[in-house]
């Protein structure tokens, strides 16, 4: 069974750094883009970072500067560095692959569970 599997996530104060990770199990051949959304309460799910299977990133302004994305394609990963969080950034925040192709077959808009990030000020 494929699926993505994140962790990182918790309680910090105002200028404070989170490292989220994002790892697909099962038996992967290939993972295309992959990206962090995230949902506060009340708001809809946007994006906050997206990477192409070669490494360009992509921000939402918000937290451009503040925010990398990168990934390590032999360990079918993601990472998403947060730096210099503000107390909006708290929202639950989901990983996401466009596109997986694995032993059990090809997935389209895979999503992981979610992890909780809370920013204090």
């Known amino acids: 069974q494929v699926q993505l599997v994140e962790s990182g996530g918790g309680t910090v104060q105002a200028g404070g750094s989170l490292k989220l990770s994002c790892s697909a199990s099962?038996?992967?051949?290939?993972?295309?883009?992959m990206g962090w959304y995230r949902q506060g309460t009340g708001n809809k799910r946007e994006l906050v970072a997206h990477?192409?299977?070669?490494?360009?990133?992509v921000y939402v302004d918000s937290v451009e500067g503040r925010f990398t994305i990168s990934r390590d394609n032999a360990k079918n990963t993601v990472y998403l560095q947060m730096n210099s969080l503000k107390p909006e950034d708290t929202a639950v925040y989901y990983c996401?692959?466009?596109?997986?192709?694995?032993?059990?077959?090809?997935?389209?808009?895979?999503w992981g569970q979610g992890t909780q990030v809370t920013v204090s000020s």
């Open positions: 990477s192409s299977r070669s490494g360009i990133p």
């Open positions: 996401h692959a466009d596109r997986l192709t694995s032993g059990d077959g090809t997935y389209y808009d895979l």
């Open positions: 099962g038996r992967i051949f290939n993972l295309n883009g």
